[in-house]
């Protein structure tokens, strides 16, 4: 067990600067693997020797129950974790191949390749909608000119499926959008760095049922774009828009484990663990 560093808002903008921007197109989407994964938070331990591999291009779905550490496993994947004070966290997590969490990864390289969307829409409120796709450009020390930011909000909007919804109010705040533009806003953010990976957590449980359908048809043009990984409580909808299912369970007081992963579709119609058949089914959860 190896406790992590408490990593501050200063911190993370303390880098060297990267590369201009490239504007001709995505990066290719990444495989992420986890490699016997556990974390704690102080002294309780919510995550056991959890083992995934998250393809690259495909939308991995996690399910399972509240508390059992589905959130957590997900944050362990770009080190969101160890913000966390009193965080520790064991075990490897592999992009493509190269531990994260090996000291020569910097911090901003794990936020970089690998984005993150949160539950709630957050974007920067008194921020326009342009200058909150640009932020992460300057979280991450990336250098870009007029044009090339330009050109990154079009393509990023675009790829959020935003776009064509906003491009003439584009200096107006982020925080009038709706609550479904805001999560796509705040899609679009991470993706302007050009993520490989894109992690999403429960990302339409805020919103309504035409949001959602919004947010579930970007996640779908994403798809061959970018690996994503999506903690989800709705089975329908992670029937609907991943690939690859992995069902969380924590018992009788025990950390949170995967119990079965493997093809949505024989996750949900032909389990192999009799627990997964009765969530997937709503008998539990």
């Not at 997590?93 to 969490?101: S, T």
């Not at 996640?219 to 992670?238: F, G, R, S, W, Y």
């Amino acid at each position: 067990m190896t406790e992590v560093t408490e990593v501050t808002t200063d911190s993370l903008s303390d880098t060297v600067v990267l590369p201009p921007v490239e504007t001709a197109g995505a990066s290719a989407p990444a495989t992420i693997e986890a490699r016997s994964v556990s974390a704690w938070f102080g002294g309780h331990q919510v995550l056991s020797q959890v083992s995934l591999t998250m393809p690259a291009g495909r939308v991995t779905a996690l399910i399972g129950p509240s508390g059992c550490g589905k959130s957590t496993f997900l944050r362990t994947l770009n080190r969101m974790h160890e913000l966390i004070p009193g965080a520790q966290f064991g075990g490897e997590v592999l992009f493509e191949g190269e531990d994260i969490y090996d000291a020569s990864w910097r911090l901003t390289d794990a936020r970089r390749r690998i984005g993150m969307v949160f539950q709630k829409p957050n974007p920067f409120p008194a921020m326009s909608i342009y200058d909150n796709v640009v932020a992460g450009l300057r979280l991450t020390g990336t250098r870009a000119s007029r044009r090339e930011k330009d050109e990154l909000v079009e393509e990023s909007l675009s790829r959020a499926g935003l776009w064509k919804e906003v491009r003439d109010r584009l200096r107006k705040p982020g925080g009038a959008l709706s609550g479904g533009q805001q999560q796509r806003l705040c899609i679009a953010r991470a993706l302007a760095v050009r993520p490989r990976v894109l992690l999403m957590d429960e990302p339409c449980s805020a919103l309504d049922p035409t949001s959602t359908r919004r947010v579930e048809e970007t996640i779908h043009e994403l798809a061959d774009q970018v690996t994503v990984v999506i903690v989800t409580h709705n089975m329908q909808q992670a029937a609907r828009v991943s690939q690859q299912c992995a069902f969380f369970l924590a018992e009788q007081g025990t950390p949170g484990g995967i119990v079965e992963a493997g093809p949505t579709d024989d996750v949900f119609g032909t389990p192999k663990d009799q627990r997964t058949a009765d969530y997937v089914a709503g008998r539990f959860g």
